[in-house]
T-cell receptor, first 113, second 119 residues
Framework: DQQVKQNSPSLSVQEGRISILNCDYT??????FLWYKKYPAEGPTFLIS?????DKNEDGRFTVFLNKSAKHLSLHIVPSQPGDSAVYFC????????????FGTGTRLTIIP | DTGVSQNPRHKITKRGQNVTFRCDPI?????LYWYRQTLGQGPEFLTY????????KSRLLSDRFSAERPKGSFSTLEIQRTEQGDSAMYLC?????????????????FGSGTQLSVL
């Protein structure tokens, strides 16, 4: 059972425009959500996180929005830059027995110069 | 802070052979995780340690897999009698948490992984 879902395997965005990556989850016990970025041949790198007590967290060009009622979160990157081209993973944790992170399948973001 | 270090970066082996990977976490981190990632998938949890204690193992982890963290520092992951289905990227991650309970806001730092190819 896929508890964290990223339904878009790929996304292409023009440089300078906004990139929006989406993530849905099914486990209502999840209370902490993270986005990781991964370049080829490297491990995932932490990007931004949000606790379930918030609905928005912002860090520079990156903003994560959380809609608990819809069990949905999104990552906004604005403006998008060529260096943002990577695979982005959504991850979640929380609740008894769910201390470890559960990852989605990833979205490959390509920024077009 | 040199980050999480994994060795080797690549391993090619023949089916039926044993392989061992090593992970050196960030020095002050007390938790260490092993994940596996196959093409087109996100990282899948295998097991984790708090200090030297192995606290959880995924049902994905068959009895051919064993992990240790003998002194609460580096960890090894051994796969015995490798199969072609074991081919994957094996990722190690570490974190620091206080107390024994379910931590909030735990952030994992990943190494670059060991790419295993079983021929």
């Amino acid at each position: 059972d896929q508890q964290v879902k990223q339904n878009s395997p790929s996304l292409s965005v023009q440089e300078g425009r906004i990139s929006i990556l989406n993530c849905d989850y099914t486990n209502s016990m999840f209370d902490y959500f993270l986005w990781y970025k991964k370049y080829p041949a490297e491990g995932p790198t932490f990007l931004i996180s949000i606790s379930s007590i918030k609905d928005k967290n912002e860090d520079g060009r990156f903003t994560v929005f959380l809609n608990k009622s819809a069990k949905h979160l999104s990552l906004h990157i604005v403006p998008s830059q060529p260096g943002d081209s990577a695979v982005y993973f959504c991850a979640a944790s929380g609740g008894f027995g769910n201390e470890k992170l559960t990852f989605g399948t990833g979205t490959r973001l390509t920024i077009i110069p | 802070d040199t980050g999480v270090s994994q060795n080797p970066r690549h391993k090619i082996t023949k089916r039926g052979q044993n392989v061992t990977f090593r992970c050196d976490p960030i020095s002050e981190h007390n938790r260490l995780y092993w994940y596996r990632q196959t093409l087109g998938q996100g990282p899948e949890f295998l097991t984790y340690f708090q200090n030297e204690a192995q606290l959880e193992k995924s049902r994905l982890l068959s009895d051919r897999f064993s992990a240790e963290r003998p002194k609460g520092s580096f960890s090894t992951l051994e796969i015995q009698r490798t199969e072609q289905g074991d081919s994957a990227m094996y990722l190690c991650a570490s974190s620091f948490v206080t107390g024994q309970g379910n931590p909030t806001n735990e952030k994992l730092f990943f190494g670059s992984g060991t790419q295993l190819s079983v021929l």
